[in-house]
């Protein structure tokens, strides 16, 4: 059982924090955990009590541990689980002071810092936090941030990161409801070097130090569904989309994770994920958090750091993390940094989760490190978590574990529109994958945009194909919106389809994912003409990347093809185009290792796609002759990183 107070009493006595109640290896074992019903195995109301009962816990012992930079001789700074909970009770009262009440908004434009956490968890504890990604336009940052009629930014104080001052500065009088912006200094900032701030813009730090640490103020009492933040999801949709979490929703995303992934007091992680996102915010850090985990914070940068990357296993060695979590995209970057003698032996399970794990990289991870990749679930609709793979569980890639406790999995047949029908399909069948759970959000800010997240009888909908094994483990096959997903964040192809469909010369238009060894996929774009017109693939890359807001999405090229591949019923044959896009880039790629060894347009190899998954490379050995062996061990190195199968074979 995990006892909270009474009702988030912020002068109460402090409950226990979540540990484990024992190992998770099966259904079983989680049906096992709902012998007991949820109202009696989760009392913490709200993530503000979570911080309450783990400060009081943990006291002195780290929480958050911030590297200044990649160079692992450098001296982190670090907080305690003390300091980090006076942090939060400074800055929820200096919200409180500002006017901030549970219905207002706090946003946050802020890199990987330590003075995240007072922004997320401070600002649950005194209205609703909404994070932004830094990356957005300021056109989209406004629109998120008047959807969620912010009151009070939050923004790192210089431009390195990001330009997000300079930002800042930029929306102030764009937001109708903000009324003031705190500026957060950067770590090591010299005090009062920033100089004067114009008026209703203040340093954070020094208003915070003024304010009670070791109470709220507002003596506010926090329901589980009183809201605790808006996520904005997908990010490069033409409007936005707020989905608002439940402080419940929250706490129990954080309790699933400590009892499924077995996280307690003696654990230490690298948070890579950014703290706009579900990920980073939920099941990398509240859950870590709540259990007494040290949660380490790579730079301001985080994973985009190239010397964190370059480092990254000297840093495992020094800091001595057990688990390792990160995107499939940055997996394989870490596939091609050597260990160098790096003792990585700390690290007991390694997890990944935002995109299906290809088979070639999990079984690359593996033969390299030693280290088998346990696949998760998760989604901004349900608090950043939706199955998971426990430690001591291998699967195969593609499989991303049990269901959380308390929840129920559907997978239904499509409908002739490629929605969720009511008919369940049977174990081993495709189908879309349907959730019920504590964790499911409180529906989008604007109601209009709830017709489609759920089903009539209030299933959620996820838009992910998938399949159950006789393990009851969820097996994800792929995503029925074909998003593209760089580097773990999402693109919404029809952003890049309407910018160059808005060109006069073009008739037809489809984005996809073209695999890439770092970034998992990059957007790329195919046309057809329309009859008689004439425009240049540059010309139409130029005119799409000017029309496509956030740079993540503008496409790396643009294709003009002769006909558009087409199912049955007239609509674009997505599959095809990505395999026709992967035939490009490893036909680009053979291109480059020709030309090193100084091979002759005559004598390159046949490039071609066998199906929608499998790009062949015929190498013809007459031609090469001696040179054929070393050609094709060059292209077996430089085709192994991509995220997509590839065959090299000599005729």
Not at 155 to 161: F, L, P
Not at 561 to 589: C, D
Request: overall charge negative; hydrophobic content about 45%; some cysteine.
């Amino acid at each position: 059982m995990t006892t909270g107070n009474d009702k988030n009493n912020p002068t109460g006595t402090a409950g226990t924090p979540f540990r484990p109640l024992f190992p998770v290896r099966g259904l079983a074992d989680i049906r096992r955990l709902e012998e007991t019903p949820l109202e009696e195995a989760l009392t913490v109301r709200s993530t503000y009590e979570l911080f309450r009962n783990s400060g009081a816990a943990f006291g002195n012992k780290t929480a958050l541990t911030f590297l200044r930079s990649g160079n692992p001789a450098d001296e982190p700074i670090r907080w305690s689980y003390a300091q980090l909970l006076a942090g939060i009770h400074q800055t929820a009262n200096l919200l409180h002071t500002l006017g901030v009440g549970p219905d207002d908004a706090v946003a946050v434009l802020l890199p990987g810092c330590l003075e995240y956490h007072l922004a997320l968890w401070g600002g649950e504890a005194a209205g609703i936090v909404q994070p932004l990604n830094p990356l957005l336009t300021d056109e989209k940052l406004v629109a998120l941030m008047t959807a969620g009629r912010a009151k009070v930014l939050i923004a790192y104080g210089s431009d390195s990161e990001s330009g997000m001052w300079s930002k800042a500065m930029r929306l102030r009088g764009q937001v109708p409801t903000l009324t003031t912006v705190l500026r957060v200094a950067p770590h090591d900032e010299a005090p009062g070097s920033a100089g004067a701030l114009p008026e209703g813009v203040a340093e954070f730090d020094v208003l915070r130090a003024a304010q009670p640490s070791d109470r709220l103020v507002s003596g506010r009492d926090i329901a589980p569904t009183d809201i605790a933040a808006y996520f904005h999801t997908g990010g490069t949709t033409g409007a936005p989309k707020l989905a608002r979490h439940s402080h419940g929703a929250q706490v129990f995303t954080a309790w699933t994770s400590v009892q499924l992934a077995g996280m307690n007091e003696q654990g230490i992680s690298i948070n890579g994920y950014p703290l706009f996102h579900v990920a980073g915010v939920l099941p990398a850090s509240l859950s870590s958090l709540s259990a007494g985990v040290e949660v380490i914070i790579p730079t301001p940068s985080l994973l985009r750091n190239k010397e964190v990357l370059a480092n990254y296993w000297k840093l495992v060695e020094k800091y001595r993390p057990t688990s390792l979590s990160a995107v499939p995209t940055v997996l394989a970057a870490l596939a091609n940094v050597p260990l160098d003698g790096a003792d990585i032996s700390s690290i007991t399970y390694c997890r990944t989760g935002a995109a299906v794990l290809s088979p070639e990289l999990a079984a690359r991870f593996e033969r390299l490190f030693g280290l088998h990749v346990h696949e998760s679930l998760g989604m901004t609709e349900m608090a950043g978590i939706s199955t998971i793979t426990p430690p001591g569980v291998n699967g195969p890639a593609g499989c991303v574990g049990f269901r959380l406790p308390y929840a129920q999995v559907r997978i239904v047949a499509l409908d002739e529109n490629g929605n969720a029908s009511d008919r369940e399909v049977a174990q081993g069948e495709t189908g879309m994958v349907l959730f019920k759970s504590p964790n499911v959000f409180s529906g989008f800010v604007d109601p209009a945009d709830n017709a489609k997240a759920f089903t009539a009888d209030g299933w959620l909908a996820t838009g992910d194909l998938g399949w159950m094994d006789a393990e009851e483990r969820l097996h994800l096959t792929g995503r029925s919106k074909d998003l593209i997903i760089r580097s773990g964040h999402n693109i919404d192809p029809k952003t890049i389809e309407d910018a160059l469909g808005a060109h006069p010369a073009v008739q037809l238009c489809a984005a996809v994912g073209a695999p890439d060894a770092y970034a998992g996929e990059l957007p790329v774009i195919f046309a057809t003409l329309v009859p008689g017109a004439s425009a240049t693939e540059d010309e139409l890359l130029a005119f799409t990347s000017s029309r496509v807001d956030e740079a993540p999405a503008r496409p790396k090229w643009v294709s003009v093809i002769a006909t558009m591949p087409m199912t049955n019923v007239g609509k674009i044959y997505k599959p095809e185009l990505r395999a026709m896009a992967a035939r490009q880039v490893v036909a680009a790629t053979v291109a480059e290792v020709c030309a090193a060894l100084g091979v002759g347009d005559a004598a390159q190899p046949a490039v071609s796609t066998e199906g929608e998954s499998l790009v062949h490379v015929q190498i013809d050995a007459a031609a090469m002759g001696a040179q054929a062996a070393a050609l094709q061990e060059r292209l077996h190195k430089a085709l192994e990183p991509l995220p997509f199968k590839t065959r090299i074979a000599l005729k």
